[in-house]
Structures are given as C-alpha cells and as structure tokens.
C-alpha cells in the first residue's frame, strides 16, 4: 500500500539517499523516494490518512464502502460482513471503485460464498479459498460476506471473531 502512495514534492528531499555504487572515489548521486516507503516511523499515519480521506471525500456516492474503509479497515486490511450477497456484491463492486479513485488496487479478496468466489476474478483473489482451515497470514484485503444457513450458530459478529483470531 506504501508505495502506491505519492509523496509531495516538498516531502521528497525528507526521503534523500547517496548514491555512489561502492565506488568512494566518485562523487555520489543524489536519489529521492517519490512515494510513501516501508520503515518511515509516520508511513502507517499516511496510508490511514488517505484511506481515510477517501472514504470521506466518496461516502455519498459510495456509502457501504466508505463504511467499510471507516470502521473495518486497518491500513489496507478490511474485515467486513454484510446479512446478504446481493449487499456483499454491492459492497466488492463499491470498494473496487473506493480503492481505485484513491489509485490502488485491492487484491487476495476472501469470501465464504460460491457466488462471490466466481464473481471475482481469480487474480484478485486470495490464493486459499478456505478461509477458517488454513492460515491467513498471506491475506492483504479481507472481506467475508455471510449468509446464514439454517442449522448454523454462526452470526456476522462470530464470523469477525474467528477470522480476527486467526489473524494473529
């Protein structure tokens, strides 16, 4: 998510290195990171930031996204669960659009749907398509849509829990 960040133009000389390729007998090159980079102390403020910005500056045209940037996302990690698929889909299709005015790409998208699975496209997806009998800790942009089946004791809120519990 931090690189897909730009910096401004008055940032870039905080974010100077040298240059010279081991070679101490010529003068150094002067480089200057261009975007948000890994290791700064303020990067994960900046990527909340504009995440952020963008739910607000979108939240009338694309209100369940906006929600969803606002309360169920951390950086670019969103655990979000909605009482039907049609909303679920309604909600992919919003955060697609969310992401992409901010210029980023969400990737390895998980479901508990079928419907959903063959919605997305298979590059956008997580590699594991279970998502309680494996290990998340690959998974960069989470999304469980929730459809209660009869015989089931799983609600939205127990759904969250588990996958926040495996998340660690």
Not at 29 to 56: D, H, M, W
Not at 75 to 86: A, F, K, N, P, R
Not at 91 to 118: C, D, H, R
Not at 145 to 160: D, L, M, V
């Amino acid at each position: 998510m931090y690189l897909q960040i730009e910096l401004y133009d008055e940032d870039k000389p905080m974010l100077r290195f040298l240059w010279r390729d081991l070679d101490s007998s010529k003068e150094p090159q002067i480089y200057e990171y261009c975007r948000v980079v890994f290791g700064i102390n303020t990067s994960p403020f900046i990527a909340l930031k504009v995440s952020q910005q963008s739910a607000q500056k979108y939240k009338d045209e694309l209100p369940l996204a906006a929600e969803t940037v606002l309360k169920s996302t951390y950086m670019d990690d969103s655990l979000d669960s909605v009482i039907d698929e049609q909303v679920g889909l309604e909600l992919y299709n919003q955060l697609i659009t969310l992401w992409g005015q901010a210029g980023m790409k969400p990737m390895k998208w998980v479901f508990n749907s079928k419907a959903f699975l063959e919605a997305v496209p298979k590059e956008q997806r997580a590699k594991s398509d279970d998502i309680f009998s494996r290990g998340m800790s690959n998974i960069s942009l989470m999304c469980a849509f929730y459809r209660r089946q009869s015989g089931t004791n799983y609600s939205p809120h127990t759904i969250r829990q588990r996958l926040c519990r495996a998340r660690r």
